[in-house]
């Protein structure tokens, strides 16, 4: 399915963008939405990596990748996602390691003030947490993780991506080819 707006977490461009003979990152993200976001806190979490930075920078520039940052937002919208943020740090952070999960807090918080309604992440617990603080009926968010691309693949959702392209998107992000080939596309679903 194509998106208007998404935005993104490190996790999900970590594991498309691990490779340099093959750049799903590149690939995939103009295929799922016109516009993609990037918190500047995801943005700084992801520049350990040369293939996923060449990556993105490539998509910035095209400008199918937008960095974004809560100092871009109004008054009003800072203050939707300063609510949002002490939502979600409440159930999300960890006083002990205040770094971990803040990208993800921060791009939530984001989605919500902006009304994105797509979250790709390939965290596995992340849409019950989201369902419980954020999702109303109203502007709800939704995770989009690498089985739903791998899915979305076989379902015909992406004419110029096929089984091999999805069994090399969930090779590259570190998952099991004995899972891919047995569960999610075996090969008689071709």
Not at 10 to 37: E, H, M, Q, W
Not at 71 to 92: F, G, H, N, P, Q
Not at 139 to 168: E, M, T, W, Y
Request: hydrophobic content about 40%.
């Amino acid at each position: 399915m194509h998106y208007g707006e998404i935005i993104v977490d490190a996790d999900l461009c970590n594991k498309l963008g691990d490779s340099a003979k093959y750049p799903y990152l590149r690939i995939v993200f103009p295929l799922l939405a016109d516009t993609v976001y990037i918190h500047r806190l995801v943005y700084d979490e992801i520049m350990m990596s040369a293939q996923v930075k060449e990556q993105i920078h490539d998509l910035i520039s095209e400008g199918i990748i937008q960095i974004v940052d809560d100092d871009d937002l109004d008054t009003a919208e800072s203050m939707v996602y300063t609510s949002t943020w002490e939502l979600l740090a409440k159930r999300m952070m960890n006083p002990d390691k205040p770094r971990k999960n803040r990208g993800e807090v921060a791009s939530l918080s984001l989605a919500k003030t902006r009304s994105i309604p797509i979250f790709a992440t390939d965290e596995m617990n992340l849409q019950p947490i989201i369902d419980a603080v954020l999702n109303t009926g109203m502007n709800d968010i939704h995770c989009l993780r690498i089985i739903d691309l791998v899915k979305q693949i076989k379902a015909g959702d992406f004419p110029s991506l096929g089984r091999r392209d999805a069994k090399l998107i969930w090779l590259i992000a570190g998952k099991k080819k004995e899972h891919f080939d047995q569960d999610v596309w075996p090969l008689e679903d071709k």
